[in-house]
C-alpha cells in the first residue's frame, strides 16, 4: 500500500475507521494484515496538518490498542485454550504450550509491550497470553504500557516530526522500518538464546 493510498484511506475512514483498525490489529486474530504503525505514524502525520485533533486521536487509539489486546486475552482463554486440549500430535506437543507457558511467566513485559511493534506478532500475543493462562493482572499492566508507547508514542511522533520537520511524509516507510528492526532486537536476541539452550531431557 502506497503512502498516498494510506493517507487517502485514513482520511476515508476517519475515527471510527482507526479505532476499529487497531483493535482488531491488538487482538482478534483476523486484523493481523492491518497497517499497524505506519497507520498510527501517518494519523499522527494528519493530525500534525489539522485533519485530526491530535488530543482526541491519541486517547482513541490507545483506548483501542488497550480493548483490542483484552479481547485477545479473553479470546485466548476462553476459546483458544481449549484447542490445546487434544493428545500430542505432529503439529502440536503439550511441550510447546509449556514453553510458551515459561516465556510469558520469565518474560511478560517482552512479550507484550515490546511485541507491539512488530508486526502479525502484536495481533496474536495476547492471544498467547489468554491461552497460556498469564497471570491478568500483569498483563493488564503490560497491556497499558505497550498501548502507551505503540499507539500513544508512535502517533505522537508521527505529529511531532510533522509539526518540526516539513517534508517528513516523503521518508514514512524508512522511520517504520527502523522502529520495527530497533524493537525487534530483543526478540530475536531472546530467540536466539532459546535455540542455544539445552533441550530437556525426555
Not at 100 to 111: E, N, Q, S, T, V
Not at 148 to 155: D, H
Not at 175 to 187: A, D, E, G, Y
Amino acid at each position: 500500500m502506497s503512502d498516498f493510498s494510506l493517507t487517502a484511506l485514513i482520511q476515508l475512514v476517519g475515527y471510527p475507521g482507526l479505532f476499529t483498525a487497531v483493535f482488531l490489529e491488538s487482538g482478534v486474530f483476523f486484523g493481523f494484515f492491518l497497517p499497524g504503525a505506519s497507520m498510527l505514524f501517518t494519523a499522527g502525520l494528519l493530525a500534525s496538518q489539522g485533519i485530526f485533533n491530535v488530543w482526541i486521536l491519541i486517547p482513541l487509539l490507545t483506548l483501542a490498542a488497550i480493548l483490542g489486546d483484552n479481547a485477545g486475552y479473553w479470546f485466548g482463554a476462553k476459546v483458544g485454550y481449549r484447542l490445546f486440549l487434544r493428545p500430542d500430535s505432529r503439529f502440536f506437543r503439550h511441550e510447546h504450550l509449556k514453553r510458551a507457558k515459561d516465556f510469558y511467566d520469565r518474560h511478560g513485559f517482552l512479550a507484550i509491550v515490546l511485541a507491539r511493534f512488530v508486526p502479525i506478532i502484536r495481533t496474536f500475543a495476547p492471544i498467547v497470553a489468554g491461552v497460556v493462562r498469564m497471570q491478568y493482572k500483569a498483563f493488564v499492566i503490560y497491556n497499558i504500557a505497550g498501548a502507551l508507547l505503540w499507539a500513544s508514542g508512535v502517533t505522537f511522533l508521527g505529529f511531532y516530526l510533522g509539526e518540526k520537520i516539513p517534508g517528513v511524509e516523503k521518508y514514512l516507510t524508512p522511520i517504520i522500518l527502523v522502529i520495527i528492526f530497533v524493537t525487534c532486537i530483543p526478540l530475536v536476541r531472546e530467540y536466539f538464546r532459546q535455540k542455544k539452550a539445552p533441550s530437556p531431557s525426555v
